[in-house]
């Protein structure tokens, strides 16, 4: 079989090489012969060619008299294999083969023990048996006829269901020599054969390597009928008339698996060694080609399967040999195309248009070495369609002007300079002026060089003189053609009587939306202005029509009704809406034209949002609405695309993130925020998600979600929360009830005491889930405890859980305290003001978090100081920042600024209660950092805090001095603050009288 010995078996040796060309590797050079890899990949090394195996395969023992290949390799695996069901066949078949004679004899019984040992299909065994099987039709000749049938069925669907690389290629090797050691039986007549197969071929469904394999398979005897064709083309051509006949006849569903089936094995029966051809490789693919012009004589579904299938084996031999190795394929092609066979009626010309563009396409014709001969083919094909297609009313690019294209693109220029006036004259005959530009594009598609060199002169030419009987083609066409030019209007001119009639035809578009009857004048003139504005948003037109054009864009925009519910009406708006808009603010850019009016713009979208046409419109010009339109309005464009980021078009939901990003920046530039709905619906749209992993910048959206869910808003909480479980769906499920009975008030405090309750054994929060729970966690907790609080009573309870959530989180480990205080405190965890000696001030001048905010920042890091300052002491420096940020960012100057209102009380009154509540904190953690040097510190706090108020403190103090002590007197017993400012420390003390108290402290 596959080996140099009986049992078939090729010892394979690994060589370590070092690739030519390329720098040896340092280090030593691996001695692994056996590493691993994938199905796919050891799939894919297997070849089935028992041409390409060793010659002494089978010949590895002398036999003379009555000696078998039987015998000889049945005694050696008996040595080498020592399996369960192995031993069991040995036992049964030793007795029935001592010698040839005997091995004739018994052969039934021999077959039939075979047989059922093979069918049990244990790997251990199936080795030896399916050699044995090989060598036993060797010894048998064409007594083992009667057996082949069943001896194939049987290996090949062990081929085809088991899971064993090896497996697989021990059967089909097995297959490949019973069709050689039988060939001279089978040859003469495949087709018995074939429709055995067939099913592993792709008639039934298989795996694609089982198609291949069985392909390469049987490529041996189409090989072999091949080098009969001289003598005797009938068994070559039996077995392809047999072979598509059967694909014509297969169920849809089958047809392109066993039509790739087919061709593999064709392409595998002509191809050779080296990029090249085997010796009866021209005459097979002689046979295929002439059986593909013979065969169609009706153009049916069933019927286009034959040439589409020669064409993937001729595609398949291009692309496995070069230009020397496919010349007797070529020169076949040619003989066929030279001869009247191809020009007998419609579909033969077109088949044989379609081998032509084959030859000329594939690889860009870089197979052809010699195209003089194909260009002569082109006038034939040109001339007999032109003699038949009378009849035909087909508007699509006949198959023989795609061949004149593919040919006059990728040959030599110089071959086809003699050839291209009668080429290019029977392209623009009369018959074929409906093809004309279709042909044209083709062409250009393929090449713009070759196009601008031999066609744009007759294409101008056609242009001018017929443009008002193809203007709708012509419409479609000259975008396409445009859009990869940089300079259109330079290469394609449009004629001016063509441009002077753009504008009366929009006109008419008001009275046929008035009207808002659908009949065959209003679609063509809807059609035919869509068409026009697709030329002017490519820049083909004269700049005097555009503005034409765009001024009856403006009185549509302005006469037409929106609201109307009218199909036919509803496009004419998303036609002026959309792609009018477009040109308008194209124009508005180069200062011809006014932008499109920004409210029309926005109230269009109450019945216009789902439309992409509108969408882009309002793209293009979303910048214009910045300062000129309400609120309101844009409040409900807003929620219109937010329930568009739901549509299942992808151009739709794209289209609307692209403006919502518009908006948003136009909010912050404007000071406008999307309200709470509309963010709702945003993280509703987020929670339906479901494989987050794709969506663009995923990490990105979940760092917004985990964001949101700071938000002291229980419903954004629970929103944000849904949002979050799409992104961790493992680790939301685990902990799903915990979290969410986290945001009923009715269980919060029962649900923290256990949830969070750190000293039970059996503690529910996981160590490994721990990294990804936390984040979810302690941000939740935050949201919990920000939420705004109205009366007393309910400014009392947030107080209790605000102390609850704190102690909870402390009890977690100063890991996760560390974690909440930083969420606590937002931006201003990374201030870092301390410098060493001082603070830098230009960190502090920064605006980092909103005015408003810094009054119940400075509430909650008062709860933190107050209720866990035992945990906290390494995270005072931040809190320090925090504070001393918050109490000079309230100062009144800053705070007007900050928060630009004309409300001067309100900002006062805002700021008076920052700095009391920063005051009180500064004192809370000065007594929790007792022995923390602030000495970087004490310039900006006296400059900034103490001095400010040295004139009206007696004051301000008069009545309630108790309240000066607490706040000053920790600041004043700092050592590092007498040595630097004790003078102003002297003079503060002689405003309350107590150097007593100062001195008994110290």
């Not at 042909?439 to 090449?447: A, D, K, N, P």
């Amino acid at each position: 079989m596959a080996s140099s010995s009986s049992r078939g078996a090729t010892a394979r040796q690994s060589k370590v090489t070092k690739g030519k060309g390329k720098p040896a590797k340092s280090g030593t050079a691996h001695t692994k012969n056996h590493r691993f890899e994938s199905f796919t990949t050891r799939i894919s090394k297997l070849n089935i060619d028992p041409l390409r195996r060793s010659a002494n395969a089978h010949a590895h023992h002398t036999l003379d008299g009555e000696a078998s290949h039987f015998k000889a390799s049945f005694d050696e695996w008996c040595d080498l294999n020592m399996s369960e069901n192995f031993i069991a066949f040995r036992s049964e078949v030793e007795p029935l083969s001592q010698s040839l004679p005997q091995i004739v004899h018994y052969e039934a019984q021999i077959i039939e023990v075979l047989v059922r040992h093979l069918e049990k299909r244990d790997e251990l065994s199936l080795e030896p048996l399916l050699a044995l099987t090989s060598h036993l039709a060797y010894d048998l000749g064409s007594r083992f006829e009667k057996h082949f049938a069943r001896a194939v069925g049987t290996v090949a669907d062990i081929a085809a269901t088991h899971p064993s690389i090896e497996v697989i290629e021990w059967s089909f090797t097995c297959l490949a020599y019973l069709f050689k050691f039988l060939s001279r039986l089978l040859v003469s007549d495949l087709r018995p054969l074939f429709d055995l197969m067939a099913p592993f071929l792709g008639k039934s469904l298989q795996k694609h390597y089982i198609t291949r394999f069985a392909a390469e398979s049987l490529s041996f005897l189409v090989k072999k009928a091949g080098g009969l064709y001289s003598r005797n083309s009938k068994p070559l051509n039996l077995i392809i008339q047999h072979a598509f006949d059967d694909l014509v006849s297969t169920e849809s569903s089958q047809a392109d698996q066993y039509a790739n089936g087919l061709a593999v094995l064709f392409s595998e029966s002509i191809k050779g060694i080296k990029s090249g051809t085997n010796a009866s490789g021209a005459s097979i693919a002689h046979a295929l080609m002439t059986h593909m012009l013979a065969s169609q004589h009706t153009d049916t579904i069933e019927s286009r399967r034959i040439p589409k299938a020669i064409e993937l084996i001729l595609t398949n031999l291009i692309h496995e040999t070069d230009g020397i190795g496919f010349e007797p394929i070529l020169n076949e092609a040619l003989q066929i195309l030279a001869s009247e066979m191809p020009y007998q009626n419609i579909y033969t010309t077109t088949l044989a248009a379609r081998l032509v563009v084959v030859l000329a396409g594939v690889r860009q014709g870089s197979r052809i070495t010699e195209w003089s001969n194909l260009l002569q083919v082109i006038p034939r094909l040109l001339e007999a369609y032109i003699s038949q297609v009378d009849d035909q009313k087909t508007q699509q690019l006949p198959q023989v002007l795609q061949a004149t294209a593919v040919v006059l693109q990728y040959a030599p220029l110089d071959a086809i300079l003699p050839a291209s006036r009668k080429i290019l004259g029977l392209i623009k005959a009369e018959q074929l002026e409906r093809f004309f530009l279709s042909f044209c594009f083709v062409f250009e598609q393929l090449g713009r060089q070759r196009f601008d060199s031999l066609l744009l002169p007759d294409f101008q030419l056609f242009i001018s003189s017929k443009w008002a009987q193809h203007e709708e083609e012509l419409c479609f066409i000259l975008p396409k053609l445009c859009s990869s030019r940089e300079h259109p209007k330079e290469n394609i001119h449009i004629p001016e009587q063509w441009l002077d009639t753009w504008p009366a035809t929009l006109d008419r578009l008001h009275d046929a939306a008035t009207s808002g009857l659908d009949n065959l004048e209003s679609t063509k003139t809807l059609g035919l202005s869509n068409r026009y504005l697709d030329l002017l948003l490519h820049d083909i037109g004269s700049r005097e029509a555009t503005i034409q054009v765009s001024n009856s864009i403006c009185r549509l925009m302005r006469t037409l009704d929106t609201s109307i519910e009218n199909a036919f009406h509803q496009r004419i708006a998303c036609l002026i809406f959309g792609k009018g808009s477009l040109i308008l603010n194209k124009l508005s850019t180069l200062k011809d034209k006014d932008a499109p009016p920004s409210d029309l713009m926005v109230d269009a979208s109450q019945f216009l949002c789902s439309s992409p046409l509108y969408l882009q419109g309002l793209s293009t010009g979303i910048n214009s609405i910045q300062g000129s339109t309400d609120q309101g309005p844009i409040s409900h464009l807003t929620e219109r695309l937010v329930n568009n980021l739901a549509s299942s078009s992808h151009q739709i939901r794209l289209l609307s993130l692209e403006i919502l990003q518009h908006l948003k920046q136009l909010n912050q530039d404007s000071g406008l925020i999307w309200d709470l709905r509309s963010r709702q619906m945003i993280l509703d749209i987020f929670s339906q998600f479901v494989n987050p992993a794709v969506v663009f910048r995923t990490q990105d959206v979940y760092d917004f979600l985990l964001e949101a869910l700071c938000n002291g808003d229980s419903t954004m909480q629970k929103n944000s929360l849904r949002a979050v479980m799409a992104w961790r769906p493992a680790l939301t499920k685990k902990y799903r009830e915990n979290l969410l009975n986290l945001l009923d008030d009715a269980r919060f405090r029962e649900e923290l005491t256990v949830f969070l309750n750190t000293e039970q054994d059996d503690n529910l929060i996981q160590a490994e889930d721990k990294e990804l729970l936390m984040p979810i966690l302690l941000r939740l907790l935050y949201g919990r405890i920000v939420a705004r609080s109205g009366t007393a009573n309910v400014r009392r309870m947030q107080g209790a859980r605000r102390k609850a959530v704190l102690l909870s989180a402390a009890r977690l480990g100063f890991q996760e305290l560390s974690d909440f205080v930083q969420i606590a405190l937002g931006p201003l965890h990374s201030l870092r003001l301390n410098t060493g000696d001082d603070v830098n001030m230009k960190r502090l001048q920064a605006i980092l978090i909103p005015a408003r905010r810094t009054l119940g920042m400075m509430r909650l890091v008062h709860d933190i100081l107050d209720t866990v300052s035992n945990y906290i002491e390494p995270l005072s420096e931040q809190i320090m920042d925090a504070i001393v940020y918050c109490y000079i960012h309230a100062g009144e100057s800053n705070l007007s600024e900050v928060m630009n209102t004309d409300n001067e009380v309100e900002g006062n009154a805002l700021g008076k209660a920052t700095r009391h509540e920063a005051l009180d904190c500064l004192v809370l953690l000065f007594n929790s950092s007792s022995d923390r040097d602030w000495a970087s510190y004490t310039k900006v706090i006296m400059d900034h805090i103490v001095n400010p108020r040295l004139v009206n403190l007696p004051i301000e103090t008069a009545q309630v001095r108790h309240q000066a002590k607490i706040a000053y007197m920790p600041v004043f017993k700092r050592s590092s603050f007498l040595a630097m400012r004790w003078r102003k420390v002297v003079k503060i003390l002689g405003y309350f009288n107590l150097p007593l108290f100062f001195s008994a402290n110290l």
